[in-house]
């Protein structure tokens, strides 16, 4: 940019407030075209102004045979960015396409944390080929982030840092910086560091810009700062960040030495899959579906839904028992669905509440009890409830008041029933150490279709035979 | 912060990577047992280095006597900065505690865009109790964040902006900001306008602070900069900030000048705020639930609880129209749930990701036709492979294969049925502008419920009687 006066640079369009930000369909739809004219300059043009992400976000739109032909008209022109936005399904098929030689010329063009991160999905014998492909300093960066455990601060941080020494002025750290030429693109604190290199405080850009030159770093640095260990876990980088709404952490090593710095558009990324995660394991699904091809999906959704077709038998083989009751009075069966279903129901209000309190910290021992009673109180409230309208309907539409009784008191067992284990699921699979999201529905909803068909049935078989 | 040497700052102690950041349930119970033996002083002591969220995520796990108990403690003492991390419900209650006069004097000590976010939940008449009780200049203010709808970039803004016009030098703006007493406390831009006010580029501190005096704000500055305008929905404000990884984005009015800015720390609630949401949504529970009071707990549930028991009925009145054929065949009672169940888990999981998908802009119009396709053959393949599993074991239980043949003809077309309903109608409901993440899961297990009991006892009527 050589531009001087202030009318000579255009900014963007602003955007209009409804149709939002990212890629518009109507790119795709060009896109499309271009591809089924064989105008490969075309597709060149439609997307030479997009964004990394945008592009990501087209390539992964498209089918399987149109984004090859892109990353192919695309060839040298295709950005590295681009490859640390894709959806891990779509990037592995690109990947494939590119192959070791032009995927390791791309990598190197790389920030480490974003290598690390395309590099760390690939398996072990791609990821040889192109290891011996790189530079050699660059390959031992990867080799040591690789070496950091699997969604650890690790491979999250950037090497990158500014680090400045404790006795240095403001002045004479602005010289530096304007000097050096090994800074990172983006930083928004500096670090102050000790001689034996442990991080001591840290100054936000924007106070070291107001800050006159002379002033020592150690009067204006914060000293109440979180150091994030090595071997963290993202989840909890994740959730520093949001509790304390910070921009930037230092990674340090076993020996408190600054090794490394985790950025907060690293950290919006796991923040918002870790809630989607817990989304998707409520449902029995994985992230990458979307674009995962057809018999990986089909296969990834198998083993939930044997684990339910399991439950739902055993639910049945509880029903089983009482064939001789259902035989006798039908309208049981008819409606011994309505008590298991609002059981479900209830249960898995409870443990969404629950599983996202336990994720986000606000369930804990300490209010953990106080959760159960409430929960289990609203279980008694809505059982009551929903037991007097469902008793009514049933006694209209049966003209049995007997039956009407029946299924009342087993809804209200079933809902209290759905409110305990709705709480003490996940809190006991927490404590043993299992991800709630993972495992708390299946059981919840094992126990309230078990629970309400014996309670109905079992009423039934004791009252009205 | 007045030391020099570099040995004397001492940085907190490095985190155990076990037991993570934020509140210790020690904390918690200590809390408890100072106010158990009243001792205000030590609450006071064992408060006092908390960070403001430590002690908002304290208050909220307290039992509620207590949680009162410890503002009356701190008194005076209580600082303006813990009320944005409150929970909403928790909030409320404190803020009857405080009531208006003390209410204003915290509030006016906040930002404005934490002051807005405090302020926004009050009602209407506790409203204009404390704006009477405010300053004149920070009333208006507030009164004009108020101005813009809710969850708009407008409430989501901090007004103050480093702004400098065009012709400056980066000394010269160097120089404005070392003199300046008006600036925010922390900003990671500095926004460059023209003589109207208008945007037209930003420049990030780490590219300021690395630059010469001399050099011309408009030579250095990006130019490709997204701008957010006032009426913007948060969601699509998160959505910006994640898409492109950014730390600020500048706040435009209708005529397109620059009227406040938007930083990462306020978007990264809000990113894991809107996961979160669809999570309840899909549950029927409300996020704020877990500090609510039992009867509001209770209320908020009721509403979903009566859809499903809607739903439950229609399903039931289907399983009523063969009333007979179960009279005669009662192992069809035993097996019924099993169609639906499966159907419903099938579904469930393709819904999930319809909700997610769209959300985040990855399923659009572009490419919801391959999407759906794509889900019908997982239903078809996995209703195949469960057609198989569940007729062999209906088979061996009840010895009859006619039995076992008609579960596993019901099978598939649930299985399918539940990939079709999965995916067109979170996109239906999209598509007229509803929020998938509220409706779909009611009218997707209630289409596999009918369908699946429809099927079952149907095919059980036509070939086994």
């Known amino acids: 940019m050589s531009t001087t006066g202030p009318e000579t640079p255009t900014p963007e369009a602003p955007v209009d407030p409804e149709e939002g930000f990212g890629l518009s369909t109507d790119v795709v739809y060009a896109v499309e075209d271009a591809l089924a004219v064989e105008d490969p300059a075309l597709v060149r043009a439609l997307v030479s102004d997009l964004h990394e992400a945008d592009l990501a976000d087209l390539i992964e739109s498209l089918a399987r045979d149109a984004r090859q032909s892109v990353v ?9 960015d681009v490859l640390p936005y894709l959806d891990a399904g779509v990037r592995e098929e690109i990947i494939d396409q590119l192959g070791p030689q032009r995927l390791a010329r791309l990598l190197s063009r790389l920030d480490s944390d974003d290598a690390v991160q395309v590099f760390e999905d690939l398996d072990e014998e791609f990821q040889h080929r192109i290891l011996s492909a790189l530079p050699r300093a660059y390959r031992q960066i990867l080799e040591e982030s690789l070496s950091y455990p699997e969604e650890s601060a690790g491979r999250l ?7 400045v020494p404790s006795a240095w002025t403001l002045g004479e750290t602005i010289d530096y910086m304007r000097a050096a030429d090994d800074l990172p693109d983006d930083f928004y604190d500096l670090y102050i560091v000790d001689p034996r290199h442990h991080p001591i405080g840290f100054i936000p850009l924007s106070r070291a810009l107001r800050t006159r030159r002379p002033v020592r770093l150690t009067e204006i640095m914060e000293t109440d700062m979180k150091v994030v260990p090595l071997a963290m876990d993202q989840e909890e980088v994740a959730y520093l960040f949001r509790q304390y709404g910070l921009v930037s952490a230092p990674v340090v090593d076993e020996a408190g030495r600054l090794v490394g710095v985790i950025t907060v558009d690293d950290v919006v990324d796991i923040i918002s899959e870790e ?4 989304i998707m394991k409520l449902a ?18 198998f083993p939930w839904l044997v684990v339910n077709l399991l439950t739902a038998i055993l639910a049945s083989a509880v029903i089983g028992v009482f064939e001789v009751t259902i035989g006798e009075i039908v309208a049981l069966a008819v409606l011994m669905p309505i008590v298991a279903s609002m059981g479900g129901n209830a249960g898995t209000q409870t443990l969404t509440i629950a599983v996202r309190a336990i994720a986000v910290k606000d369930l804990t021992e300490a209010n953990a009890a106080r959760f159960v009673g409430k929960e289990l109180l609203v279980g008694v409230f809505n059982g ?12 209209l539409w049966f003209g ?3 039956i009407g009784a029946i299924i009342a008191a087993a809804m209200v067992v079933n809902m209290v029933v759905a409110g305990l284990a709705g709480t003490l699921v ?6 043993m150490g299992v991800d709630p999201a993972v495992a708390s ?20 078989a004791i009252f009205l035979i």
């Open 400 to 402: 049995s008041p007997e």
């Open 72 to 80: 192919e008209i695309l060839g040298a022109e295709l950005e590295a």
């Open 384 to 395: 009551l409830l929903f037991a007097v309208l469902t008793g009514l309907v049933t006694w």
């Open 284 to 301: 029995g699904v994985q992230e990458t579906d979307l674009y995962s091809a057809l018999l990986d999906t089909t296969k990834s959704r």
């Open 441 to 460: 529905s299946v059981f919840v909803t094992t126990v309230t279709d078990v629970v309400g068909f014996f309670a109905f049935l079992g009423l039934a």
């Open 157 to 163: 941080m950037q090497r990158e840092v500014v680090v």
């Open 275 to 278: 809630a989607e995660e817990d």
């Open 426 to 431: 996940p809190l006991g699979l927490e404590r």
